[in-house]
């Protein structure tokens, strides 16, 4: 059988004998992806390092003993009776959490035995399998026990400095010889389980943090004896990841809809836009009448009345883009006279006594109507002198100071817009 593995981050992983298991559902696993399985029908020797120790592990090499493959499985044997053998993945096969090693294995014969397994920031051998370089800053290293003194078995966690964190030692139990011996290891965020020969250890472990730094994790598997050069096979191998969660488009808020006169500035204002992944790094905008601008705070005039779809398009520092548009109603003078004429008509102009003036609104509409005349005609002398006639009319006894100012505060527009033509 072949290989499938996928290439990841920084750091190694290293298995013997795996077989996959999906998730406990107790523990809310999220979508898992496949990230190796190897059924041994062939040794990829770019997927994994193999050597083998010396006469109680003096010296490393490939040399130092066998590796055969034969029925869909690996068989490592050291030479020296008092040898061990040792197998990592020569690439980083964890970049996600949470992260399920499986491994399916045997020891033939029933000498002294013990099985060690490290996740670690690099493997525990140095690259061409010569030397055993020990714990190197081992985030999690689980020791399986020994197949005849009945050595505890235990799993020891330790920080990104290298200190230990935390530490798992049940009642010492032999591991079984001649039977195939399934182990599972679960790497959470905050946690590390291991199961095998059906015992579980669960220990504290800040892989989370340990995997910020790394960028991945690698695992190293040995058994060593003192006996016999029984070794160890390996049926199977296989590692699955959290899958790499759907990156979310950014969210763009070009701000609510506007209306302006010819002539005049309008704001636009997009830092209400969000990054859900990450942060927004540019914004971009199309006014809708050919112009364009950037940044998150923009102005525009627009010289021309109409109906404008202005478009904000945001991109954040993943290089995703999303848009949103905001519509802008631009007045002419003459569409503001209209307006402001309707207001009047609209508005209620009474005395103190409640009554409304005879001709008093009439008088107002009049004057509007002089003013919509002159602009029409382009004579903006004419349109300024109807509109300040305007102004003056508006008696404080008859229209409300607030509504009175307000149309004031529209003439002026009306006559920047016209003035802008």
């Not at 013990?114 to 689980?142: C, E, H, R």
């Not at 103190?352 to 919509?372: E, H, N």
Request: charged fraction near 20%; aromatic fraction near 8%; proline fraction near 5%.
């Amino acid at each position: 059988m072949s290989v499938r593995i996928r290439s990841l981050g920084v750091a190694v992983l290293v298995v013997t004998a795996l077989s996959l298991v999906a998730l406990p559902s107790a523990f809310g696993a999220p979508p898992m992806e496949s990230v190796l399985v190897d059924e041994f029908g062939a040794l990829d020797s770019a997927t994994w390092g193999v050597t083998h120790a010396g006469y109680f592990s003096r010296t490393f090499g490939a040399t130092l003993g066998t590796a055969t493959l034969g029925s869909g499985a690996l068989s490592l044997a050291p030479i020296a009776s008092r040898g061990g053998d040792v197998i990592w993945s020569k690439a980083p096969v964890v970049t996600s959490l949470p992260a399920h090693v499986t491994m399916r294995v045997r020891f033939p014969g029933g000498g002294y035995r013990n099985a060690q397994l490290y996740v670690a920031s690099a493997p525990i051998t140095s690259a061409d399998g010569s030397k055993w370089l020990g714990p190197t800053q081992p985030y999690v290293y689980a020791y399986l026990g020994t197949t005849r003194y009945g050595t505890y078995p235990k799993i020891t966690t330790y920080g990104i400095d290298g200190q230990q964190t935390n530490e798992a030692l049940p009642a010492a139990v032999p591991l079984p010889t001649g039977d195939w011996l399934d182990i599972e290891m679960w790497l959470y965020e905050d946690s590390v389980r291991c199961t095998f020969d059906g015992r579980s250890l669960t220990a504290a472990c800040d892989l989370e943090t340990a995997l910020a730094v790394t960028g991945g994790f690698a695992l190293t598997f040995g058994q060593f004896n003192d006996i016999d050069r029984g070794g160890v096979v390996i049926d199977e191998i296989s590692i699955e990841q959290a899958a790499p969660a759907e990156s979310q488009p950014p969210v763009a808020d070009a701000g609510s809809d506007a209306e302006a006169y010819v002539g005049e500035a309008v704001a636009f204002d997009g830092s209400a836009s969000a990054a859900v992944d990450g942060e927004i790094v540019s914004w971009w905008w199309a006014f809708g009448d050919g112009s364009t601008g950037d940044g998150a705070f923009a102005e525009h005039v627009y010289a021309h009345a109409g109906e404008y779809a202005a478009v904000l398009t945001v991109m954040d520092d993943r290089g995703v883009t999303a848009s949103d548009e905001r519509k802008v109603r631009v007045l002419s003078p003459l569409k503001g006279l209209a307006r402001l004429k309707a207001s009047v008509r609209a508005a209620n102009l009474a005395n103190k006594s409640g009554k409304i003036p005879r001709g008093y609104t009439l008088a107002l509409v009049k004057k509007l109507d002089r003013a919509s005349v002159s602009c029409g005609r382009g004579n903006l002398v004419a349109m300024k002198a109807a509109l300040a006639a305007f102004i003056d009319q508006l008696n404080a006894a008859k229209v409300l100071k607030q509504t009175a100012e307000q149309w004031a505060a529209e003439v002026a527009r009306i006559i920047s817009a016209a003035e802008y033509r």
